[in-house]
């Protein structure tokens, strides 16, 4: 067969066929820069034995001045322009193949020779350069561009059209949206109800695309739209999860295997100090496959997840996705991507059908119905075989490997057609183990690319592909789970991680295909930090998230006894002050007591209102971390997350502190003066109220649950010893100026005004200026506290923010 030679940009190369792409797309194999070049502009391609240019663009190719729309190649070379009679030139010559002499004697049959196809250039896309597909007996083309057998749930088949011709004909715009009052409808997770509209072609203009609002977005050739664009032929059109091509007539669904093939390409991760934690990773993973990523502690494993999700990009290389870049298309890309880390992602409190719900609610488009709502979980749920426990608890009424089921049936809400997992059978027996990964392989089989890191060797016969990577980032293996073993020249797998551990191990095995240095490519920009997904409404989230914390709340037991119980207990234990006098100091001094009695039982109530916020909220944040950090990468607000948790559970410590202090004075005499009492109770609900801010900001910083405990012990006798109640604080330099820092302070100093408390010390050296009885010294210490729990407030949403995105 004849080769064919394509200059263009200074650079030339030779290809066998059966087809070459041109275009501005990245996944061409003759990538121009012309703008007015398509993105799949022209194909070069082999019919009936010889090579035929075909003109696939919008503004069409030109050849002496003459726009083409196919032309057969001769032995001539022949100059291609793009766009216009002057545009980008591409120089194509066929490479004629002098034909063997012939033989005198007929040889036996022998095998055909592997081919001498040419290996071009090493340009650091390897997917560019893949050897050409085979060509059938039936002489038909088959290459990447192939109608894809088997498309992910959701997807149309490639070439269905969404837009006939006659309805565009009868002059007419046509809606584009979930809903069925729509003229297109589209059953698609992604796509709002009413998300786009079609204004047909005239005779003196194009066609026009409106998006009308979506949450989701609509993108024409990579870009999403601001208002309407007018439609080239051969534009892509992506909404949702669907793409389509426009001929000029019709939307026409693209699902190629081409589309659907994930492409890593020379991904090196370069961190402080140039150490590399991936170094030039490269492979394709191809339509309905499964993949198992296995290697030793430190191997990157992590790192390689992260930068095919874009969630933490490659400083070297790129993803391509749908053909496109997806660094450099996140915004559109993102939605199609699902990944389920090795924490659970949903409260172990809620039942399943809760926690799916309330995940549908948070993940799609805010004109979502609860009938849609409800419909979207029972399908997620009949694909992951959970029907039969909807009802059960997440946490203690399911099997390890169901509660992976619900996390992962948590990812398929929005139905993407490209998953990661992370561990997700760590910690299971082996016959789960087995479970999950067959799951796995149902879900790839339904037309999805799935690619699972894992410690687990026992089920990776399932699996199409097994990439095994060395200490260092690099691959060691990449290729057939029977072929592993064979490659590393071991028995088992445990012999296997231990040759990976050894020095010499690049001079024990074989070299990987495309182990090509990257040391010497310039790092990438892509604008900095991966940018926000689209949010739904502050009032949306906000109200979604109150009432799934009231169902946790409501749920956990162990929490719903605290909020009981602590109140009653404490309250209780001020109870033990001996006296008769109550908080009443007009009772005391008339039964010659003084004030020690009213001191006594308000340090009780102090200490008991620190202790209550803090313990309430300190381990709440940082024992959802994976939940949260998962869902602020699909558009959760983490002010709204914080401000939710501040609304619940301080609401809860508020009315804490009414009640203690309602218990604790019960039946004895109030503080003295009009409302006294209810002033104290106020005060102490207060601190109360601030304390579990503080305590939500502390959850936010600890990294664990276990540091929780000595955080609480130690934020409580702080806030004992600054509050003035324990201790003199007033009058005492430097520690009093840091006590103004404590809520506890400004609690105690209310509560004192309120009763008081320091009526026979006013003009005094022992004066405590802050807690000085009237309404003016009480409100200012309201007030403080007040100002104290915004700043608390403040620091939280910051912490929040940043535990969002940092390493655990």
């Keep these: 067969m004849d080769r064919l030679q394509v200059q263009w940009a200074g650079q030339t190369r030779t290809f066998d066929g059966p087809r070459v792409v041109i275009g501005r797309e990245l996944d061409c194999d003759v990538p121009v820069s012309d703008a007015r070049a398509s993105r799949h502009h022209a194909f070069l ?65 022998v095998p055909p020779a592997p081919s001498s196809r040419p290996v071009p250039a090493p340009t650091g896309e390897f997917w560019k350069n893949l050897p050409p597909p085979q060509v059938p007996a039936s002489g038909a083309p088959v290459d990447a561009w192939r109608p894809a057998g088997v498309v992910p749930p959701g997807q149309l088949p490639h070439g269905h059209s969404i837009v006939l011709p006659q309805q565009l004909q009868a002059g007419r715009s ?3 949206g979930r809903e069925h009052s729509n003229d297109v409808v ?24 409106h998006d009308l609002g979506s949450f989701n977005g609509t993108f024409v050739n990579g870009a999403r739209v601001q208002g309407a664009v007018p439609l080239q032929v051969g534009s892509e059109v992506i909404f949702g999860n669907q793409t389509f091509r426009w001929d000029g007539l019709q939307l026409i669904a693209s699902a190629t295997a081409h589309e659907f093939t994930l492409y890593a390409d020379g991904l090196t991760q370069v961190v402080g100090g140039g150490k590399r934690l991936i170094e030039n990773i490269s492979f394709k993973l191809e339509p309905r496959s499964l993949t198992a990523v296995i290697g030793p502690s430190g191997a990157g494993k992590s790192t390689l997840l992260g930068a ?54 948070l993940r799609l488009p805010p004109d979502t119905t609860a009938q849609e709502w409800d419909a979207r979980v029972d399908h997620v749920a009949n694909q992951l075989q959970l029907q039969q426990r909807m009802d059960n608890r997440i946490g203690t009424q399911l099997s390890g490997g169901q509660r992976k089921r619900v996390s992962i049936a948590t990812e398929l809400l929005t139905a993407p057609p490209l998953l990661f997992l992370d561990e997700p059978t760590s910690g299971l027996d082996p016959g789960l183990d087995l479970e999950v990964m067959r799951q796995l392989r149902s879900l790839a089989d339904d037309g999805r690319v799935v690619m699972v890191v894992t410690h687990s060797v026992l089920a990776l016969d399932v699996c199409d592909n097994v990439l095994v990577l060395a200490p260092g980032g690099r691959i060691a293996y990449f290729g057939p789970p029977d072929g592993v073993l064979t490659h590393f020249g071991k028995s088992n797998y445990p012999e296997v991680f231990d040759l990976l551990d050894e020095p010499d191990l690049w001079q024990r095995i074989p070299v990987p295909r495309h182990a090509v240095d990257t040391s010497a490519i310039a790092g990438q920009s892509y604008g900095g930090a991966v940018p926000a997904p689209p949010r739904q409404s502050v009032s949306r989230q906000l109200s979604t998230l109150i009432k799934r914390n009231l169902a946790v709340v409501l749920a956990d037991k162990l929490l719903l006894g605290m909020l009981v119980l602590l109140p009653l207990i404490l309250g209780g234990l001020s109870r033990l002050v001996g006296g008769g006098g109550g908080l009443s100091l007009d009772e005391a001094f008339a039964n010659g007591d003084g004030i020690k009695e009213a001191q006594q039982r308000l340090t009780v109530l102090i200490v008991a209102a620190c202790l209550m916020g803090t313990a309430l909220a300190i381990r709440e944040l940082v024992g959802e971390r994976p939940i949260f950090k998962r869902e602020y990468a699909v558009g959760l607000s983490p002010g709204v997350y914080f401000t939710s948790k501040v609304l619940v559970l301080g609401t809860a410590a508020f009315v804490q502190g009414l009640v203690v202090t309602l218990i604790a004075t019960v039946g004895l005499p109030g503080a003295d003066g009009t409302l006294g009492t209810f002033r104290v109770g106020l005060a102490i609900a207060g601190l109360s109220f601030t304390m579990a801010v503080i305590g939500l900001a502390l959850s936010a910083v600890v990294t664990s649950t276990e540091q929780t405990m000595p955080a609480l012990v130690g934020m409580v006798m702080l806030q004992l010893v600054l509050s003035g109640a324990l201790l003199e604080v007033a009058g005492r330099p430097i520690l009093e100026q840091i006590a103004w820092l404590s809520p506890s302070r400004w609690g105690y100093a209310a509560s004192a005004s309120a009763m008081d408390l320091l009526r026979n010390s006013a003009g005094t050296d022992d004066e405590d200026w802050i807690a000085l009885g009237g309404g003016g010294h009480y409100f200012m210490d309201l007030f403080m506290m007040g100002v104290l729990c915004l700043a608390a407030y403040g620091a939280g949403l910051l912490l929040v923010r940043r535990s969002a995105t940092s390493d655990d």
Excluded: C
Aim: glycine share 10%; no cysteine; charged share 15%.
């Design 186 to 209: 589209l059953d698609d997770a992604l796509v709002s109800r009413h998300h786009a509209r079609l204004d047909p072609a005239t005779t003196s203009s194009l066609a026009v695309l």
């Design 308 to 361: 095919l999700t874009g969630l933490k990009p490659a400083s070297h290389g790129r993803v391509i996705w749908q053909g496109h870049d997806l660094y450099q298309h996140y915004d559109q890309l993102r939605f199609q991507i699902g990944l389920v880390p090795q924490q659970d992602i949903l409260h172990p409190q809620l039942k399943v059908k809760q926690g799916l719900r309330f995940a549908a609610q």
């Design 174 to 176: 046509l809606t584009i």
């Design 45 to 109: 391609q082999i019919e009936d034995g010889g090579w035929v240019v075909v003109d696939a663009s919008s503004n069409g190719t030109f050849v002496s001045g003459q726009r083409i729309t196919r032309l057969p190649l001769g032995g001539a070379p022949v100059s291609l322009h793009l766009g216009g009679p002057v545009g980008e030139p591409v120089v194509v010559s066929v490479l004629m193949t002098a034909a063997p002499p012939p033989a005198p004697v007929p040889p036996a049959p």
